[in-house]
């Protein structure tokens, strides 16, 4: 019975056409995961020779230290997953490397790479957009006229005297269709694995476990629209509704509420204060300055006034003013964006499409969380570097004193706590409850 | 071709799509992404634009309230250029999204510009944005497949097809006429949008309505013939389909190809074919070719002693301190010169590459009405890649003449002589802050913005041309059965 429905199925050239593509977009889509994370390996992999032949240069070239560190960056790195590849998410837009001097960190840490921002726009074909995106129309375009092209066709009386049970071929002919698009993801997978060399952890697992449940939550969804049993036409034009609503018209809503319900003009305030913090202290008596940097900082209180002109002790004390008074506002664009995240994820639980796409980029640490916890890092490493510095600085130790080897590249260390009641529960219980609709509904098609 | 048979067609046509109750629906669904489009879009405008207005004020004032200092100081203390919304940009948020919105401008050295509303947001950006823009572009058009499917394949299905063509009507008096009859209907969704943002520009205080006008009314053409091109593509369809059935999911068909898999493919591919550098690789580039040029902080580089000796032969004296202007000043001119050179032929070439990742999107404009629409809504309001570009270019510009105004106020007013220690800084008056001017963000000309989307212009004549010839010619050739 399998079998036949099987051959049936696979004559159609919707199927055939559909099936294909799908499987190359995939393909396709792997490769281009795959040379976004080369790339970004490769920039990585470079990062910690650059830094030494930058540090070794600069050390030649200065010989006191408050002038060398002027000019010396430290990189920290947070090394993409593997499973970047598969979920691009916000990595191509914010970078994975923070390079910085000890001077001001409010001027440095918001830098960004270099995009194409036409690129940007269109997005990344990624494996997370195939499967958010395309299998679903997939899904739709074989499943919407499950009932309805035997009944257009003229067999569907056939069906019904012919079998026991109308529910156990319309089942039947669902499990095939099933059968197929998740031996396409299965195969992706396999190929993804292959090609990128994903190790086979957690949370690949929770990725994949994931997907299959968000396929399933179309599946279930398509089946109980079919179980209305209307035309091919209003199912087409019902699903692709539907379709469009999930992933198009409600994320871009909300994308909109929340970009204009939280704007953030702090991130241009602390970018205005930094500055003006930093260079207004030219003007004005060394004291002033000195008194707050010992009151931020009293454990350096010893080095007193400087009496000189110039004097590295006053211009660190300057840079770090920079940093002091943007503060608040730093603090409070980050606690807008923390809200940002927020309200994005209350409102993602409800609607699959973007649940699926959040919790894709958090397996793969591509989300926007990631990269806010990169740039307290950085705070931490910047702090740590200036506490390291700032006593050589002040005492004019000697460069040559320092063990420059040491400093090299330093790494974000990743907890992927995955919290699987989240992975899947939402979409199980969305699935459990349509199921329930299309079994009263079936029960009705029984009767017939 | 008789005139008054067409108009019967197109009214009957129009007539029967207000037996379904489907229009209505289409029609509130519209009409709430609509309010919802204009008023985000209204919002992120004047929100925005009046955040950094203020900042760019703000940084004026900083800037000429500073006191008397030596002007590399002030060459330091630089400046902020803030990128500014057009008016369009409330229609059509472009690439606006992706784009950075602050850049800090200094001696020595090219910033990045940063803060864009990408930076701030979480993955949902992704699925894009809710415009009027995107409701023109990808939800009108499906609505107009919806309502066009049917056009000729239910005539057919039902035999009334025959019996038209009996009593009379030609082939061409019925595909014009349900093409017509379909614009119609699309018009019937266009034009509030056409209305909604005429009221949003003109209730809009900006200083350049009658140019905000123009490039709003070269909007409205355009997509006019875009609707055109989707109408008769839907006729053409639907007369050539088996039945409506067949119809539609060919629409459909379309509509996923070409307005959702081809864009994205196309843009993933150009980038995947010409892979851009990364920033640490671009900076190392333009870092090892300045090198090779000389250090201007290094006394003993080759090439500032080949220029100090010659400055010194011209003018005559023997050491520096007898210049007629103060040499550091001088010499940072160079450096800055030589700089700036470097940075934008890299700059340059980085954007070429750009543009070739682009380029394969933009010539599908050929093969799909929906790409050529897309760049010239973008490119007329404002949200464009080459007006990112512009914003780029303008504040590098600025950056550039504020460095070197600041040298050449060093050169002129510093002296040669070194302080003694403990006399006082050399300064110079503020005055001269004052007189530098402000930064002004200018929007693309909407000639160039015109021109640059010629490729677009042209796909989308080209598309109306085609489609109509189709026209006439499936109705040389169509078969009532």
Redesign the interface.
Known sequence: MYRLILKQFLRSR?AQVSLVLLLA?GI?SI??GK?FLD?QER?IA??TQ?QQDHIERNVALHDEMGLLLYYLHFSLIDQPDKLTALSI??RD???S?Q?ITIRTLE?QK????????????????DLG?VII??FP?VIIALTFNLVSEEQ?GGTWRMVVIQSKSVVKILARKLFVRAGLIYSVLLVLFVIAIGVLGLPLNEALTGFIVLTVLYLAFWFSFCFWIVSFQR???FN??TL?SVW?ML???L??????????RY???E???A??EQ??GY?EK??IDKKVTMDKFYEHYPEFKKYGVPDA?FSWLWYYAMQQMGDDESAQQSKAMQE??MQ??QV??SV?VIIP??YT??LL?DLART??SDHLALLNKTNEFHEQLRLHFYPKIFENASVKSEDWKTFRPEYLTKENNLNWTMIVFPLLLLIAIISILTFINVRKLGAI | MKRSVLLLIAQQFWKNAFKTKSIFVMMLVVAVILSYAAYSGWKSYTVQNSIRQHYQEEVRKSWENNPDKHPHRMAHFGSLAFRLKHPLAMFDFGMESFTGNVVFLEAHKQNTVNFSEASFSTGLLRFGEISMAMLLQLILPLIIFFLGFASVATERENGTLKVMLTQGASWKEILLGKSLGLMGLAMLFFIPVVVVLLVLLTINESPDKADTLLRYTGTVFAYALFFQVLCFIAVIVSAVSKSSKDALMKLLALWLVFFILLPKTTQALGSYFYPSPSKIEFETAIEKELVTVGDSHNPNDPHYKTLRDSVLTVHKVDSVEQLPFNYSGFVMREGEKISAQIYNRHLNELLKTYQKQNSLTRITAFINPYSAIRHLSMSLSGTDFESYISFQNQAEGYRYTLAQEMNELQMKFISNAKPAPGDKPITISNEHWKEFPDFKHQFVDTGTSLQNESLSIAALICWSIVSLTLILYLSKKAKAV
């Open positions: 919707t977009i396709v490769f281009i040379q790339k920039i470079n990062v650059h998410g916000q837009i914010n970078p490397i390079s001027a918001y830098d960004t790479d270099l995009n194409n921002p036409s690129a940007l726009q269109s997005g990344n074909l957009f995106y395309l129309l257009e035309s091919s036409s087409a034009l692709l469009i992933s198009i018209l994320p871009a809503s909300v994308n909109n509420y929340v970009a204009n704007p953030v003009p991130a241009l305030g970018m205005v500055r003006d260079h030219w003007d002109e807008k964006i940002r995240e994005s994820r993602a499409t973007m796409q959040l980029n989300s926007l």
